[in-house]
């Protein structure tokens, strides 16, 4: 089993949207996670960060972490086709000094 | 807003010469990463270097691969004699807490022939 599982898409939405994209993983020691969107041939940028369980919004974005599922999840609303991009998600365990990252998402929102 | 610059952008060698990767991290940062990501494939962890030495390294970050940050500003990768596999994107990152989200730089491509 994967540590970190992510379907790698590709995701189509129109325009106004809400988008729902998800992971999950199997080491329970994992506390702290993470959303970055990568556009092509850029490096990976931190969109959310949550610790443990619960939800966090931020703008048009919100995280929502679930460890009794083991299960993570990134809503977009209202997306716009600057969102078109790769999301990846990414846990950090306890004690750790890495970032295990998803496979990523593409996501591509169409006008 | 502070950002990681990395030099090159991209980068050919040939196989079995050594390369030497360079990063600025952002400056009051105290935790330094390297990742690559080969076409296609997900991002991968490398090393990471916190207080002068390797706090963790990946099984990927063999012999051939080494660190340093030989002042204040620049951290570096050094990989000893590329391989074909080795190309990659680079990405070197900073944070300024082990267990909170980084910031990226926008990567050396390397291609190995």
């Known amino acids: 089993q994967k540590e970190v599982e992510q379907d790698p898409g590709p995701l189509s939405v129109p325009e106004g949207a809400i988008v729902s994209l998800n992971c999950t993983y199997s080491?329970?020691?994992?506390?702290?996670f993470m959303w970055y969107r990568q556009y092509s041939r850029k490096g990976p940028e931190l969109l959310m960060y949550?610790?443990?369980?619960g939800n966090k919004e931020d703008g048009r974005f919100t995280a929502q972490v679930d460890k009794s599922s083991k299960y993570i999840s990134l809503f977009i609303r209202d997306s716009q086709p600057s969102d078109s991009a790769t999301y990846l998600c990414?846990?950090?365990?306890?004690?750790?000094?890495?970032?295990?990252f998803g496979a990523g998402t593409r996501l591509f929102v169409k006008a | 807003e502070p950002e990681v610059t990395q030099t090159p952008s991209h980068q050919v060698t040939q196989m079995g010469q050594e390369v030497i990767l360079r990063c600025v991290p952002i400056?009051?940062?105290?935790?330094f990463y390297w990742y690559r990501q080969i076409l296609g494939q997900k991002v991968e962890f490398l090393v990471s270097?916190?207080?002068?030495?390797?706090?963790?390294k990946s099984e990927i970050f063999d012999d051939q691969f080494s660190v340093e940050r030989p002042d204040g500003s620049n951290f570096t990768l050094k990989i000893r004699s590329t391989k074909l596999e080795d190309s990659a994107m680079y990405f070197c990152?900073?944070?300024?807490?082990?267990?909170?989200?980084?910031?990226f730089g926008s990567g050396t491509r390397l291609t190995v022939v």
């Open positions: 080491n329970s020691a994992f506390q702290y």
């Open positions: 400056s009051n940062h105290l935790y």
């Open positions: 990152a900073s944070s300024d807490s082990f267990n909170y989200g980084y910031t």
């Open positions: 990414a846990m950090i365990g306890t004690g750790g000094f890495k970032t295990i």
């Open positions: 270097f916190y207080n002068n030495e390797i706090s963790e």
């Open positions: 949550t610790y443990s369980s």
